[in-house]
């Protein structure tokens, strides 16, 4: 058999661990069987993860064994790559070469690594990289990857013949992104290779609002042309499309980005997937590198190690300029700050932020309690910094109508939901859009016949 993603499960990391509530590195793999937030399936787990007292073993011991020839990876947004970190070194890997690379620099500059940032780090892993339309085969399945529209780079739903039937899985998708076209070819390909199921994302079965990135764009320069103060946007690392609608719309305002150097390494890589222009690289005239302070607070060289420190130093050896904080500070409307984390918003403070000065929230709303917790620290230090906020975004997945055109196109025989808390959405949509389909509910580990 083959896994398609093996991601990180969100939903049950947050039911059970937390910041303080962590757990611990010998009972890494235990703690994620014993919870649920892993599958118990025997002969899948690195041996390296078993704990000393035998709790993994244990809770394997009864678990059915699969022979699993093969992980496809949809694209690299962790909920969807992040465990491959637990597999056995010998499972091969199949993923696009954008999803590779993304996940490889990702790696490379987290600051904190545990054994679930560590994919691809120790280049043990079997890799075997693939782009839209080709024709993959693992053993007695042919998987064709074809690409999507999302929020990152190198994102594929992927179409799977084996003996059984035929099954189609989006991944993550949507219709309202620069890209669009590609998602309507693969809902085309769908249809046309006669697809028995369809399994389908519907983070945002929920929703009919169709915010479009050219919508994010017109809002952004907006709102940064009407501040003389410092402006700053917390988005995602691997959102390219926001960072693009980002520097167009500073741009227009006459602002330079500034990004964190983990960042401009990532547009690197983007540059090398050909997804971002080398105008958009440091040195390019619209975007900049800002050093965050670190250790003495000085910035000393002594204080950056590792991939940051040669980056830095090769930023210098090519004689471009780095920004700190005081530079922000004395010329606060000639900037736009990108932030990565909430945690950078405590930079923000070195900046002094005068009047008129705006944060900008340009990534999906709060949809639980933690992350409410999150934007509630965030406000309060925004409260004392006497920064106003403004949320403007677009949603990397599918809303409710798009949901509909993607399987009114496909018409498949079974709907399987995946990826939403309201799997019973999809019939009301289904039976207007594609009546002959049977909707079909997951359950843990219970098996389904195509």
Known sequence: GIFIDFGISYSARRRFFGWFLRPKRFSLLASLLTTGSVPRVANLYDRDLFDPTGLAAEALSRAPKLDVRAVVVSHP??????????????????????????????????PAKTVEDKIFADDERPVQLFRTGARVRIGSFEVIPIHVDHSVPGSYGLIIHSPEGSVAYSGDLRLHGPKRAFTEEFAEAVASQGVDVVMM??????????????????????????????????????????LRSIVSASEAAERTVLVSPRMAVMLETFNRLGVMPRDFLPGGGRVEVLVERKGSGMLDKQDYHGWEREYLDRILERGLRLFTDLDVAAHQGRYTVVLNSPDDVLDLLLMRPVEDSLFIYS??????????????????????LGMKSIQVHASGHASREELAKILGTTRPKKVIPIHTEN?????????????GSTLINLHPQVPITI
């Not at 499972?91 to 620099?105: A, H, V």
């Not at 929703?207 to 946007?233: C, F, N, P, Y």
Request: glycine residues 8%.
């Open 77 to 110: 947004h962790t909920d969807h790559i992040g465990h491959v970190s637990l597999l056995r070194k010998g499972i091969p890997i199949y993923l696009g070469m954008g999803s590779y690379e993304i996940s490889k620099t990702r790696e490379t500059t987290k």
């Open 201 to 242: 994302e519907g983070t945002r079965i929920r929703e009919e609002e169709q915010v479009t990135e050219m919508d994010v764009e017109r809002g952004l320069t907006r709102h940064i042309s009407a501040r003389k103060g410092l402006v700053a946007v917390l988005t995602g690392l691997v959102d390219y499309d926001r």
């Open 363 to 384: 990534t999906s709303e709060p949809h639980n309690e933690e992350q409410e917790i999150d934007r509630e620290r965030i406000d309060n230090w925004l409260s004392i």
């Open 423 to 435: 799997p019973e959405l999809f019939q009301p949509v289904l039976s207007r859009v594609a009546p």
